[in-house]
Each structure stands twice: as structure tokens, then as C-alpha cells.
């Protein structure tokens, strides 16, 4: 028996290197134009060629409603503005809500601050996961030579502050290093 006061289930197929979600019902672009103000070298916002993409992402056609489970994929194309790594804008969640991370492939690390200045940095290989709790703002940094391809779940009430983000940035940058990155 069925009821048609109930959603149906949903079903979708995720790339786990390349980060391709089928069905998605909405992709994000972000390109070094939609973002300047989050990289530090100015010098080198400026000196980019050609507006590069700097991520992606595809999302599942899920409600964005309280009680529902939202969740993308993120491809971060290897990179860097000066010395920093291509990484996400980043955001609060409107309504301070959780959300869990999975990394897919590459090499990459979540940033996450609170509203009073506390910083964790999180590696996410493939198979790690990660729980933001409610209150941090989070950022994603691909700090590799290939892309970097994670899950996001969140809440589908959750909402996307990015004005605070851009205002007031993230305590830490993630830069590269003769070890990799450093996070300074
Ligand atoms: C993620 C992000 C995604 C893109 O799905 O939305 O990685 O980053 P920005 O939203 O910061 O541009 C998430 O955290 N959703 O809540
Ligand atoms: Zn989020």
C-alpha cells in the first residue's frame, strides 16, 4: 500500500572520484570572480587568468524544508590565488544546525570557527568523516594536485549565511608549504 500524502524515496547515483551526482536537480558554480574577497593576495586575485572555476557542486533534489536531509557533492579543482589554496567561501548555517562531511578523493581540510574566534582544522582523505556541530562556520580547502571531492548532508532548514563570512573572513588561512600546506 502507498500513500500519496508521503514523498517518495529517493535514489542517486554519486561518482566517488569525480564527484558526479545522477540525478542532481542543482549545481553551483563558483569562479574566482564570485569570491575575490576571500583570498588574501589581492595582488594575485587580480594577476588570474581567464576567471578559473574554482569549485562545484551538485545537489540532490531533496526539499529544502525542516525535517529533510540535503546533500551535495563539492569539486574543489586544484589551485591556488597566491600562496593560498582554492577552497570554498565558506558560511554560517542560518539556523545553527549540524552537518556531516565525508571526503570522496583528493586531498583536502575543512576549516570550522565559531562565532567567537575558536578554530578547528579537520583533514578529510577518502573515508574520513567529519561532524560539524551546530554554531561553526566551515570552510573547505583543497590542499592537493587533484581535485578534491567530499559529501555534505545538512539540515534542509539549515539556510546559508555567507554576508558574515565575507565580512569578517575566517580566523586562519590555509597556505602552501614545502610540507604541503600549513594553516596559519
Ligand atoms: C556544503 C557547501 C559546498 C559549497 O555543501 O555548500 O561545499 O561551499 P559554499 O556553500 O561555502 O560555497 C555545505 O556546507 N552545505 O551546507
Ligand atoms: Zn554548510
Redesign the pocket.
Given at each position: 500500500m502507498t500513500s500519496t500524502d508521503l514523498q517518495l524515496p529517493l535514489a542517486t547515483s554519486l561518482h566517488m572520484v569525480n564527484g558526479d551526482m545522477d540525478p542532481h536537480a542543482l549545481v553551483?558554480e563558483?569562479r574566482l570572480s564570485h569570491?575575490t574577497e576571500a583570498y588574501a593576495d589581492s595582488a594575485a586575485v587580480a594577476a588570474a587568468a581567464d576567471d578559473p572555476v574554482i569549485?562545484r557542486?551538485f545537489?540532490a533534489d531533496v526539499p529544502h524544508e525542516a525535517s529533510q536531509l540535503?546533500?551535495?557533492?563539492?569539486i574543489?579543482e586544484p589551485g591556488r590565488v597566491g600562496a593560498e589554496f582554492y577552497m570554498?567561501?565558506?558560511?554560517h548555517?542560518v539556523v545553527d544546525s549540524a552537518?556531516f562531511?565525508l571526503g570522496m578523493s583528493g586531498t583536502g581540510v575543512i576549516v570550522m570557527q565559531t562565532r567567537t574566534g575558536e578554530v578547528r582544522v579537520e583533514e578529510m582523505p577518502p573515508g574520513r568523516a567529519v561532524h560539524?556541530p551546530p554554531g561553526w562556520a566551515?570552510?573547505?580547502v583543497n590542499v592537493g594536485a587533484e581535485p578534491f571531492v567530499?559529501l555534505?548532508v545538512?539540515f534542509g532548514n539549515?539556510g546559508?549565511d555567507?554576508a558574515s563570512?565575507e565580512r569578517d573572513g575566517f580566523a586562519v588561512r590555509v597556505l602552501a608549504s614545502p610540507e604541503g600546506y600549513r594553516v596559519v
Open positions: 553551483v563558483r569570491m569549485y557542486a545537489e540535503v546533500y551535495r557533492t563539492t574543489i570554498t567561501k565558506g558560511h548555517h552537518e562531511y560539524v566551515h570552510r573547505s567530499f555534505a545538512f539549515a546559508h555567507y563570512i
